[in-house]
């Protein structure tokens, strides 16, 4: 019998509205440099992979963490932009990084809504689970997405001794563990399947974490 239900935050409940590349392109505009929103998208995938790949092995968080993190992604997307080189780095990184924290460039997909008040109107308890900083509280409270669940666990809270590696995959073992990220996990006393997003959470699928 599944009792709870529990997501991913980033792309399984939101996304960077109108996507990643756009927010870095108009924010940065506002800087004098004008690109093409293609040219950051392209860039950030593999600098993201390779830079998350060093902060793996993190068993704990932190915002301090995740400053330095995001600040290691940025400064490597500046460094193969040659036409940033004209604004100032930490300027740059500051704006973005407020950027981001702010609701209005997020948005919950199409299916969140309609899914969780289902979910609820079964009778399942509904949480977040995510290896995002405290930024996501103020995101979730700005979408109305924390109204339509029943805990939100952020692993940079100080209160959260994140048992959750800082990094895109999680890893445990056990009943109810969870295996990866961006998913729809179902908890149950005997069983744990994955889903594939919101919709995909059924009467036996649930659980779940940028993001």
């Given at each position: ?33 004008r690109l093409e929103p293609e040219r950051y998208a392209e860039t950030f995938v593999p600098v993201f992979q ?162």
């Amino acid at each position: 019998m599944t009792r709870a239900v529990f997501f991913d935050a980033g792309h399984t409940l939101l996304y960077a509205h109108p996507d990643l590349g756009t927010v870095y392109a108009e924010a940065t505009a506002t800087l004098g440099v004008r690109l093409e929103p293609e040219r950051y998208a392209e860039t950030f995938v593999p600098v993201f992979q390779e830079t998350t790949k060093l902060y793996a092995s993190t068993s704990t968080a932190s915002d301090a963490q995740d400053v330095a993190m995001w600040r290691d992604i940025t400064r490597r997307i500046y460094d193969r932009l040659p036409a940033l080189a004209g604004i100032a780095f930490d300027a740059w990184f500051e704006l973005l990084y407020r950027r981001f924290g702010d609701p209005v460039v997020w948005r919950m997909y199409d299916d969140v809504e309609p899914v969780l008040t289902d979910l609820r109107r079964r009778g399942l308890r509904i949480g977040v689970i995510s290896n995002w900083d405290t930024r996501l509280q103020t995101i979730s409270d700005g979408l109305g997405l924390t109204k339509l669940v029943d805990f939100l666990v952020i692993s940079a809270r100080p209160a959260c001794a994140s048992p959750i590696p800082a990094s895109s995959t999680w890893r445990s073992t056990g009943r109810g563990s969870v295996r990866r990220r961006r998913s729809t996990w179902a908890i149950s006393p005997r069983r744990t399947r994955r889903g594939r997003g919101a919709r995909a959470c059924g009467p036996c699928s649930s659980n779940g974490s940028g993001g």
